[in-house]
T-cell receptor
Framework: GAGVSQSPRYKVAKRGQDVALRCDPISGHVSLFWYQQALGQGPEFLTYFQNEAQLDKSGLPSDRFFAERPEGSVSTLKIQRTQQEDSAVYLC??????????????FGPGTRLTVL | KNEVEQSPQNLTAQEGEFITINCSYSVGISALHWLQQHPGGGIVSLFMLSSGKKKHGRLIATINIQEKHSSLHITASHPRDSAVYICAVQQGAQKLVFGQGTRLTINP
């Protein structure tokens, strides 16, 4: 594909449900990032992968949040027992190279999660 | 205090005006990014810079490393420039720390 894709684009969940958000990065991109963007705010870092290795998960707000990228391409962000404060747009971004270089990040369209 | 502060938070101008959005940061960085986000849309990278100035079309980005300050300028603004403009800093590893964004509205 031409860019980063995410699915679903919109997700409505009842409080307490588990959700899984998918990110397909640009083919060949080594680095993959997840960000959370609350309404009216700038994005905030959640976690980062280099290939299949999760190198930084310092931004995950609680142990209900879990991310994986088992084959170094597609990534899934899972949120267990969703709460209303989890409502946000979840953005995925990928970049070509490794952590030692500054590199353009290419963002997906995001998944808007609404927890009722 | 946030590590990345943008001003103004909201900006409304008439078509054709020269626009400036400012970004100040309080940490050491390896690069600074300017990003554009349209309503309901994804984020597009406009510039990545670590020194000096970059220009692309009607957009100009500058950075002063000593003063920890960057500006994004739009010349001859147009209604299609209406969007949220976000400043983000990169500290070593590629993780970005974002400002809260500046909502720009250009009226015809």
């Amino acid at each position: 594909g031409a860019g980063v894709s995410q699915s679903p684009r919109y997700k409505v969940a009842k409080r307490g449900q588990d959700v899984a958000l998918r990110c397909d990065p640009i083919s060949g991109h080594v680095s993959l990032f997840w960000y959370q963007q609350a309404l009216g705010q700038g994005p905030e870092f959640l976690t980062y992968f280099q290939n299949e290795a999760q190198l930084d998960k310092s931004g995950l707000p609680s142990d209900r949040f879990f991310a994986e990228r088992p084959e170094g391409s597609v990534s899934t962000l899972k949120i267990q027992r969703t709460q209303q404060e989890d409502s946000a747009v979840y953005l995925c971004a990928s970049s070509l190279r490794f952590t030692t270089s500054t590199d353009t990040q290419y963002f997906g369209p995001g998944t808007r999660l609404t927890v009722l | 205090k946030n590590e990345v502060e943008q001003s103004p938070q909201n900006l409304t101008a008439q078509e054709g005006e020269f626009i400036t959005i400012n970004c100040s940061y309080s940490v050491g960085i390896s690069a600074l990014h300017w990003l554009q986000q349209h309503p309901g849309g994804g984020i597009v990278s406009l510039f990545m810079l670590s020194s000096g100035k970059k220009k692309h079309g009607r957009l100009i980005a500058t950075i002063n490393i000593q003063e920890k300050h960057s500006s994004l300028h739009i010349t001859a603004s147009h209604p299609r420039d209406s969007a949220v403009y976000i400043c983000a800093v990169q500290q070593g590893a590629q993780k970005l720390v974002f400002g809260q964004g500046t909502r720009l509205t250009i009226n015809p």
